[in-house]
């Protein structure tokens, strides 16, 4: 009697800890994002949901190599993105030394792309930004530093990577986009975290991120 309680015990012990670990693997994905607010959203990867949710468009701009980069540029990359100008004396520095050292962090890893948007593309010149990446350590073809089309780069910043998250009044082409995040965009081109480019914890969790993002099934 005693021994078949035990092994009753035992089966059900198993069974409660297989259910705890499918749990846990579940949630150890990145959630996904679609709106400003940057509510989670807690999707099944390869799941008919995930591949209907919202994703970064096709684009068109030019990098500081005077190269075409398309969307296609970042075609089953991991990618971090930003939006700055070469000639911001104030947070733009202290976030390209940021950038610098995620690209520091992954220069090996050819799965893991950079690309940050100058806000002033009418400054901003592909030999400004060639300048501007051989002063702060930008790797060619890892890093894109990109200008084109200011509407264009403007309907990207606020309407496709959100990365301005001020839910108040509605901003349009004349008001300066200017912002201190960074957005992690997955392989499908999925929006999977937004952090403070100005904070070395955030930074450090961005570092994470992209690992769980590298082992995501």
């Keep these: 009697m005693n021994y078949l309680w035990f092994l009753a015990l035992l089966i059900f012990t198993n069974c409660k800890n297989d259910t705890k670990g499918d749990s846990t ?16 959203n807690w999707l099944k990867p390869n799941s008919d949901e995930e591949r ?5 468009p096709d684009f068109k701009l030019v990098n500081q190599l005077g190269d075409t980069i398309t969307e296609q540029t970042f075609e089953n990359k991991i990618y971090v993105t930003d939006f700055f100008f070469a ?4 947070i733009c520095p202290l976030m390209t030394g940021n950038m610098y050292k995620l690209q520091e962090a992954f220069i090996d890893d050819d799965d ?19 300048n501007y990446a051989r002063i702060h350590g930008v790797i060619d073809n890892k890093w894109h530093l990109v200008t084109g089309d200011r509407t264009e780069i403007y309907d990207l910043g606020r309407n496709q990577y959100f990365v301005e998250n001020d839910l108040s009044e509605p901003k349009d082409l004349n008001d300066f986009l200017h912002t201190e995040n960074f957005l992690l965009i997955d392989k499908n081109k999925h929006i999977r975290g937004i952090y403070n480019g100005l904070n070395r914890a955030s930074m450090m969790q961005l570092i994470e991120d992209i690992k769980a993002l590298k082992n995501e099934k």
């Design 25 to 40: 693997k579940e949630l150890a994905n990145l959630p996904y994002y679609n709106e400003k607010s940057f509510t989670p």
């Design 52 to 56: 209907d949710f919202h994703k970064i």
């Design 112 to 130: 893991v792309l950079f690309l940050s948007h100058t806000v002033t593309p009418t400054k901003d010149s592909v030999s400004v930004l060639k």
């Design 87 to 90: 000639s911001c004396p104030g």
